[in-house]
Each structure stands twice: as C-alpha cells, then as structure tokens.
C-alpha cells in the first residue's frame, strides 16, 4: 500500500487547512482502518485522528477533539482530515497511515503503512 499526503502548508491561529491521504493506484485501503499521526520538531510521533474501514468509527486525541474532522471517501480512495481552530502547538509534520484491522485505532503499532509526511505551521 502506498499512501500520499498532501494539503500542508502555513497557516495563521484560528484557520483552517483539509489534508488529503491517496492510496497509489495499484494498492487499496477500502478494507483497512486509517489513522492521522503527527511529529512536531524534537517530539515523539503522536496519534491524531482514526477512521474504521467503513467511515462509521471514529477515534481523536483529546487535544484535537472538537477541532478536527476524519472522513473517508472509500471510492476513491481518500482520507482527508479537516482541521479548524489551528493553533501554533498544531504545528507538525502529520502522517497518515493505514492499519493491518478493520476498526479505527489510536494503536500505533498496528499501522503498517505510512505516507510522507505533510508539513503544517501554524503562526500565532
């Protein structure tokens, strides 16, 4: 499976910014939960927001609960994860990745699959 994030970028406090997460052509994530992580400079990676396979389950770190958004559109392949409220501690280079289960999962060891990752600044 080969992922691709993309929709980085910089943005000031109180914005907004949609990633986007594409599986390749040749690999499909339809069966698999997918999960957002983050890593800002000189942290460990950290959980974000997970989907179940289905789009009906989802799971958010505390911090970004009530702010951000996961969704997936199964037919083309896509994660997208929307993020409103930003602020400078959101800054990071976020990952999205996808799970060997079905379920949405906050378990980073159960992640297989990783993009590259997408660079998000927030000013303050």
């Known amino acids: 499976v080969q992922l691709q994030a993309s929709g980085g970028g910089l943005v000031q406090a109180g914005g907004s910014l949609r990633l986007s997460c594409a599986a390749s052509?040749?690999?499909?994530?339809?069966?698999?939960?997918m999960g957002w992580f983050r890593q800002a400079p000189g942290s460990e990676r950290e959980f974000v927001a997970a989907?179940?396979?289905?789009?009906?389950?989802?799971v958010y770190e505390d911090s970004v609960n009530g702010r951000f958004s996961i969704s997936r559109d199964r037919n083309k392949n896509t994660m997208y994860l929307q993020m409103n409220s930003l602020k400078p501690e959101d800054t990071a280079v976020y990952y999205c990745a996808a799970s060997i289960k079905a379920g949405a999962t906050s378990t980073r060891s159960l992640y297989k699959y990783w993009g590259h990752g997408t660079l998000v600044t927030v000013s303050s």
């Open positions: 989907i179940s396979w289905n789009g009906d389950n989802t």
């Open positions: 052509r040749r690999s499909t994530t339809s069966n698999n939960g």
